[in-house]
């Protein structure tokens, strides 16, 4: 990725401009690692506001924070057979504890052979339900509501930044409760904190809903997601929640006694987002002049860049332009004066537009002089001149503005890319398009159709939407009887 | 762990008397994975506390968070000659990325071996200068200022929660500079963040000062380090700060060319602090009775522990007891009532003492009538009878006070425990007794004296403490003259 700050139009080629965006905003970077990335710290600062807002969500949703271990024993990936074949083919395995010195460097000294492997946890239900089972006694110590922030690897095999890399940040939310009934409804409503918050920060649609069974996490009863609808026509699973039933409970022994002294084995959930977000993020808003970030979730919400000629006029410029600074920071927080005199205004202007930056303040000695500053809104690119003294006033409500605008479009998007097919030629010819985009159609539910689809358009179900109106109609494929539209769709 | 509630006294078995506290306080558990705890929900909760502190405080001083990968190549390893001798040796080391099912659970598969072998960090000055040899060319990218929080692996022998673990959790700040002066202001600096926090969160006093050449971190310059004093008498180091001149810069080739044009190599520091830090808040201030904790770092500051006869005298206690939680936790957060009605007043008093919980606020019906109520400080055990109109004002005054003895309880300890010893005999015998505590004597600055006082007495050297005055004297071993005290003690 070095050097390259030229961005790829996405009508050229959707996967270099995405590659692109994640270099020239200075996001992430490879490393020398398969399939790693190093976060950079204007990335890193995007991801903080989002554990920032969504661990103020967990608490008040009253779960609690706690910290598993980082490696798992192999047996214990043994105790829950759907989890294990959906997870251990693609694990980091620890086998050795200790490096010797050799003429050439280091290497493995065989000595040090662990006497059970150790995994990298690609997820935690089977160390953190240890846990559990020696927590949970009684009823009374249930629900037990637990987060964990965490990172976790998966051996990919085709990665991208943010997107699917071998190692990623994720929270990890677990519960056991006393009845299935509660587990359900706490599975639900993780799923919609999701959406709510891709909605509410991100001004990223997503639509809830429930897993197939062979989409279903490895290990779950059910598992609900939030998909959405990046430019592309592709869809992003960008968030999950399992009601896990007693599976792994009954692998883990995770039992407590009843308010009648039985001994039952609990009710459980777990859910997650990741760094995958900042890829449905990126795909959500950015376009061919690099990122575009919602105000909610920007760490620098508005950028002043005064402009100078001579001595004189600087200071005059960089007068006013403080005194912005410090009565605008007091009132929106994340804002940045841009000082740096080695590069041009126009240098400095691309750079915050590559980044997404929602509101760039350009001040000018010609614009104090008409007594007004300029301001740029990078979602439309276009500029708005402002009374200086009203300045204070505009930029928030502009930032309301864009944030309004994003949501919109992006609904819009999703909106105009949804389609109601019940004809499977139709279907197929839809999936051609270059924005296939969601379709909806009845489906059968049986594993069969869904696979021959998968093989003959590649296309996948994506989810069965809470939201839909009573209707029925027949399996697209095989015409069977059915009262449930699935979306189907080209995914990442 | 299980099961057992009751707490060794720390004149009976000091060892013992600090698991227990892990214990009952809800701090940590042990995990099936060797070495490695889980953090419960009130530990991590005080960690939670210190992150948020040191985050903004490692922020105002100018540094940015990023993320860098978990794994680092075997080979990086080897490119700074110290460093590796220092963390070679105890490293998880990944060598296959696939298990398989068996008959008999799971195994690793053979054709899944890795091309070249990933160590689980141990620390990551080579990973994070890999990028930084990408990141800076010019002067003007300098200073690098770069934090980072994480989890790192230490393959330890014995192991002990918070204190010494296989895995812990951390931040690593990572910086590069153009002069020598400039990094070694910043690692400085740094050591002066810690202590700060230490004396003003923890009320925990630290010595500061620089390690010996035998007790640097393996690749830096010089080594500055926050040394505590237990209530055992034994020194734990718990945070260090390393000028690490420019031997990884040469390393890993991180260059920048100069004001004239020129290609120089940069200067630079990490510096770092860990769960480490939760030990020597657990071993500076608490009791036979439990956890104490400051107020200043305290999840929970002040619980409300209502007591009732009756429904109706449980309707006036609950109405109070609701009020001033609402009007208290506006005031100073981090409040708790507890309204179980299945322990006894006594179980959950006590519950809460061991949790170290600074004030307990008792309302009991008769309490109502006198228009009074009861708080119970942690840190002296004492009750005072507060009259129920002041109650809003003393627990803040309370919580002040509680933190202001805290800090100098502790300050006294040390100072008490301090020696300024000039002969070897009596300084075997301070080693001797039952808290050795810092033993302050001129060394000659030899490795062999440090290792024969090593051998014969336990003792290490901690610290040539900034703060001393100029004096000379003889070296405790040898007897060559010096002008530097150093810090002697047994230690963690």
């Known amino acids: 990725m070095s050097g390259k700050k030229q961005i790829t139009k996405?009508?050229?080629?959707?996967?270099?401009?995405?590659?692109?965006?994640?270099?020239?905003?200075?996001?992430?970077?490879?490393?020398?690692?398969?399939?790693?990335?190093?976060i950079r710290p204007y990335g890193y600062a995007i991801w903080e506001k989002f554990q920032e807002i969504l661990n103020k969500k967990?608490?008040?949703?009253?779960?609690?924070?706690?910290?598993?271990?980082?490696?798992?024993p192999k047996s214990y990936l043994s105790k829950e057979a759907e989890h294990i074949e959906g997870f251990a083919k693609e694990c980091a395995v620890v086998t050795h504890h200790r490096l010797k010195a050799t003429e050439n460097g280091v290497e493995v000294d065989p000595d040090a052979k662990l006497p059970e492997e150790l995994i990298v946890r690609p997820t935690s239900e089977t160390i953190i339900y240890a846990s559990f089972a020696k927590w949970i006694n009684s009823w009374r110590d249930l629900p037990l509501l637990i987060n964990q922030w965490a990172n976790v690897v998966r051996w990919e095999m085709r990665t991208r930044p943010f997107l699917r890399t071998t190692e990623f940040l994720w929270q990890e939310g677990h519960t056991a409760h006393m009845t299935s009934e509660e587990a359900e409804e706490e599975a639900k409503k993780?799923?919609?904190?999701y959406a709510d918050f891709c909605r509410d920060y991100l001004a990223s649609p997503v639509i809830t809903g429930q897993k197939s069974e062979s989409e279903k996490f490895a290990g779950a009863m059910h598992t609900y997601t939030i998909?959405?609808?990046?430019?592309?026509?592709?869809?992003?699973?960008?968030?999950?929640?399992?009601?896990?039933?007693?599976?792994f409970a009954k692998g883990f022994d995770v039992k407590f006694s009843n308010k009648e002294g039985q001994l039952e084995y609990v009710w459980q959930t777990s859910w997650g987002v990741s760094t995958r977000l900042m890829g449905q993020l990126i795909m959500t808003h950015s376009d061919d002049n690099g990122l575009v970030l919602p105000p909610n979730i920007a760490p620098i919400k508005v950028v002043i860049l005064p402009i100078w000629k001579d001595e004189e006029s600087k200071n005059k410029v960089m007068d006013f332009a403080n005194e912005l600074f410090d009565n605008l920071g007091d009132l929106i927080g994340d804002i940045e004066l841009d000082k740096r005199d080695y590069l041009s205004f126009g240098e400095k202007s691309f750079e915050w537009e590559k980044k997404g930056v929602p509101i760039r303040v350009e001040i000018g000695p010609r614009d104090l002089e008409n007594n007004s500053v300029v301001l740029v809104r990078r979602d439309k690119l276009e500029k708005v001149t402002v009374n200086i003294n009203e300045v204070k006033v505009e930029i928030p409500k502009l930032l309301v503005e864009i944030q309004r605008n994003l949501l919109e479009k992006a609904t819009e998007f999703v909106k105009n890319n949804s389609h109601v097919i019940d004809d499977y030629d139709q279907f197929k010819r839809q999936l051609?398009?270059?924005?296939?985009?969601?379709?909806?159609?009845?489906?059968c539910g049986s594993k069969?159709?869904?696979?021959?689809?998968?093989?003959?358009?590649?296309?996948?179900?994506?989810?069965?939407?809470?939201?839909?109106?009573?209707?029925?109609?027949?399996?697209?494929?095989?015409?069977?009887?059915?009262?449930?539209?699935?979306?189907?769709?080209?995914?990442y």
């Not at 967990?58 to 798992?72: D, Q, R, S, V």
């Not at 959405?228 to 009601?243: P, R, Y």
């Not at 109609?473 to 539209?485: D, F, M, Q, T, V």
């Open 190 to 193: 993780m799923i919609n904190v």
């Open 432 to 443: 051609d398009k270059e924005i296939p985009g969601f379709i909806y159609s009845f489906w």
């Open 10 to 38: 996405r009508s050229e080629n959707y996967s270099d401009w995405y590659l692109d965006i994640v270099h020239v905003a200075d996001l992430a970077d490879y490393s020398d690692v398969r399939g790693c990335m190093v």
């Open 58 to 72: 967990i608490k008040e949703t009253g779960h609690k924070n706690a910290y598993f271990p980082l490696f798992i």
């Open 227 to 247: 998909e959405g609808l990046m430019q592309d026509g592709k869809a992003l699973q960008s968030g999950t929640s399992h009601h896990l039933g007693q599976n």
């Open 448 to 491: 069969d159709c869904e696979e021959k689809i998968k093989v003959e358009t590649k296309a996948t179900t994506r989810c069965i939407p809470f939201d839909q109106k009573e209707e029925s109609g027949n399996c697209i494929l095989c015409g069977e009887k059915s009262n449930k539209r699935i979306i189907f769709a080209k995914a």
